[in-house]
T-cell receptor, first 109, second 113 residues
């Protein structure tokens, strides 16, 4: 399973942008980069995914480095509801999510 | 309308008992999964089924047996429950493919006493 590295925790203020980094130096050419988040007492929730190009959706943006060894999840205007654990996951081969410890994001009012 | 539902939400039982957790998805997906989240909050895949066929079995004890009666259901039966089985169990579903997003259920909190 391909490994990702994320900071244990990050903190930001409400209505400010948040950049959540992820390193995946052992990524292979066909690995997809997925981001999920888990709000307190809920199941994980899909956020966004990409392969090579940057991606935008209604929840967030995903910026992928040119060499694909790192990526950044961008929340454009954080709200209190965005406080969660964010997981960066590489999908290789079998369609399974291998969760690391993720980044615990705290949003200050 | 809930996309992925699980029953029960809470399950408290004694060691040695046998119990089942049910999962249903109404998204028309071909693939379903079971994940376990332990007390340290680590999430780990247990099983995956595609069109009722087992495709992933991640070194889970034989006491755990998934059953998929049809594409929309994936149940988890656990025999001879142990204290270490206490965890939150999440069911998920997705379409096929590495780009497919997975939809998770609300979880079943199992407590073994």
């Amino acid at each position: 399973d391909a490994k990702t590295t994320q900071p244990n925790s990050m903190e930001s203020n409400e209505e400010e942008p948040v950049h959540l980094p992820c390193n995946h130096s052992t990524i292979s050419g066909t690995d997809y980069i997925h981001w999920y988040r888990q709000l307190p007492s809920q199941g994980p929730e899909y956020v966004i995914h990409g392969l090579t190009s940057n991606v935008n959706n209604r929840m967030a943006s995903l910026a992928i480095a040119e060499d694909r060894k790192s990526s950044t999840l961008i929340l454009h205007r954080a709200t209190l509801r965005d406080a969660a654990v964010y997981y960066c996951i590489l999908i290789r081969g079998a369609q399974k999510l291998v969760f690391g410890q993720g980044t615990r994001l705290t949003i200050n009012p | 309308d809930t996309a992925v539902s699980q029953t029960p939400k809470y399950l408290v039982t004694q060691m040695g008992n046998d119990k089942s957790i049910k999962c249903e998805q109404n998204l028309g997906h071909d693939t379903m999964y079971w994940y376990k989240q332990d007390s340290k909050k680590f999430l780990k895949i247990m099983f995956s089924y595609n069109n009722k066929e087992l495709i992933i079995n991640e070194t889970v004890p034989n006491r755990f047996s998934p059953k998929s009666p049809d594409k929309a259901h994936l149940n988890l039966h656990i025999n001879s429950l142990e204290l270490g089985d206490s965890a939150v169990y999440f069911c998920a579903s997705s379409q096929e493919g590495r780009a497919a997003e997975q939809y998770f259920g609300p979880g079943t909190r199992l407590t073994v006493t």
